[in-house]
C-alpha cells in the first residue's frame, strides 16, 4: 500500500507519496490526458537519475526539456530558450509541463509556465531536499538578474506538488545537509515541536536515516509549515513575508558570490548563515532567547562546518541587503525572531547590529 498525504497550500495541494506512479496517474487522469505526451523540464543531474522513474507510470509518453544544473541557469536567457524549444514542440495553452527536479528547475519551470502563452498548466515534482520543503510549494517563480537573487519572477501555482521522498536516496550527501536549511527554517517561524525534534532528536535527521519513515513524517511536517502560512497569504502582502527569515543576508551572500569565483556558496549555504546572523540580530533586537541562537548556530556549524563569512564582503552585504525585495528603498528591512514561532518583519533597522552577527557568525 502507498501512504499519501494531501496538504492545503492554499494555492494548490501538495501530495507527499512513497508511490510516484499512483500520485501522477491521479494528476494526469484528472487533467483528462493520461498518456501524454508531456514536457519534462530537467537538469543533467535529474535528467540521468530521476527521469527514467517517471516511466513507472506505464504507457505515457515524456520529452524531455534539459537545462544545466545549478544557480547559473537561472536567467531569462534559460526561459527563453525553452520556451523555443516548446514552440518547436507545438506546445500550446494546454499543454502541461512537468518540472523535475530542484529548487533551480522548479523556479524556472514555474517562470516557463507562467509566461509561455500567458500562461500554462505546471505539476511540480521536486527532487531534492530542499525543494520539496520549500522551492516546489508555493507558486512563486523567479531567475535572477546580475547576482541578485529572484528579482525577475512571477506568482504562478502549480497545479500539484508530488513530493516523493524516494528521490531522497540518490541524492548527495551535501545536499541533504543544504536542504535542511529550510527546514529549520520553517521549525523557528512556525512549529515549535519541530525546532525541539530538530534539537532532542538529531539522529532522525542524518543523511544515513533519509528513507526512513521518520523523514516522511517531518518533511510533511515541515511543508504543512509553509503551506499553512501561504494559504492565509498567497501573493506574499503579509505573513508570507515571515517565510523570509533568513534570506536578506542570505541574499546578499549570493549576490556576493556571485561576483566572486574564490567565493562559491549556494543558496543553502547562504541560507544558513543568514538564519545565524538574522537570529543574532532578533535576539539583541526583539530579545530571542539565546538558548535558541546558540542551538541554530551549533545545527549550522554541526552539518556545515566550513562555512564563513569573508571579511571583506561585509560593506558589500550591507549595501545589498537594502537592495533586497523586501526593501522600502529607505531602511534595511528583515524578518526577526520575537520566539520560537513568533516571526515579526521589522523596518528601518540599521547596520551595527548586522556587522556584529557576522563576526558572531565567524566566532566559532
Not at 72 to 89: A, H, N, Y
Not at 196 to 221: A, G, M, V
Request: with cysteine; net charge negative; glycine share 8%.
Amino acid at each position: 500500500m502507498n501512504d499519501l498525504t494531501r496538504i492545503d497550500a492554499g494555492n494548490h495541494e501538495v501530495i507527499v507519496s512513497d508511490g510516484l506512479a499512483t500520485a501522477l496517474r491521479d494528476v494526469f487522469i484528472k487533467e483528462q490526458d493520461p498518456s501524454g505526451p508531456y514536457l519534462v523540464l530537467v537538469d543533467e543531474h535529474t535528467h540521468q537519475h530521476c527521469f527514467r522513474r517517471l516511466f513507472e507510470l506505464q504507457g505515457v509518453m515524456y520529452h524531455p526539456l534539459v537545462i544545466g544544473a545549478g544557480e547559473s541557469s537561472k536567467k531569462l536567457e534559460t526561459v527563453e530558450r525553452i520556451c523555443q524549444i516548446m514552440m518547436e514542440r507545438k506546445a500550446n495553452r494546454q499543454t502541461l509541463l512537468v518540472n523535475l527536479g530542484g529548487g533551480v528547475v522548479s523556479d524556472i519551470g514555474g517562470m516557463v509556465a507562467s509566461v509561455f502563452m500567458r500562461g500554462i498548466r505546471y505539476v511540480n515534482v521536486p527532487t531534492s531536499l530542499l525543494a520539496m520543503t520549500d522551492a516546489a510549494i508555493g507558486g512563486k517563480t523567479g531567475v535572477d538578474l546580475h547576482g541578485y537573487k529572484n528579482i525577475l519572477g512571477t506568482f504562478h501555482p502549480p497545479l500539484k506538488t508530488i513530493v516523493h521522498p524516494g528521490f531522497l536516496k540518490s541524492l548527495p550527501e551535501k545536499q541533504w545537509k543544504e536542504g535542511l536549511v529550510e527546514t529549520w527554517k520553517h521549525a523557528l517561524i512556525g512549529d515549535g515541536s519541530l525546532w525541539q525534534k530538530l534539537i532532542r532528536d538529531p539522529i532522525s535527521f542524518d543523511y544515513e536515516h533519509r528513507s526512513n519513515r521518520k523523514t516522511s513524517d517531518w518533511i510533511t511536517q515541515s511543508i504543512s509549515v509553509k503551506g499553512r502560512i501561504v494559504q492565509q497569504d498567497p501573493l506574499e502582502k503579509g505573513v508570507r513575508k515571515h517565510l523570509n527569515f533568513g534570506h536578506t543576508v542570505a541574499h546578499a551572500l549570493e549576490a556576493w558570490s556571485y561576483n566572486h569565483d574564490d567565493y562559491i556558496m549556494t543558496h543553502g549555504q547562504a541560507v544558513a548563515i543568514g538564519l545565524v546572523c538574522e537570529a543574532y540580530v532578533s535576539q539583541k533586537l526583539l530579545g530571542l532567547e539565546i538558548q535558541v541562537v546558540e542551538e541554530l548556530k551549533s545545527l549550522v556549524k554541526t552539518n556545515l562546518p566550513a562555512l564563513k563569512i569573508n571579511p571583506e564582503s561585509f560593506t558589500f552585504l550591507l549595501s545589498a541587503m537594502r537592495k533586497d525585495k523586501k526593501s522600502d528603498g529607505h531602511g534595511l528591512n528583515c524578518v526577526l525572531l520575537e520566539q520560537v514561532g513568533a516571526p515579526q518583519f521589522c523596518m528601518d533597522l540599521s547596520d551595527e547590529h548586522f556587522l556584529e552577527s557576522f563576526t558572531y557568525f565567524n566566532d566559532f
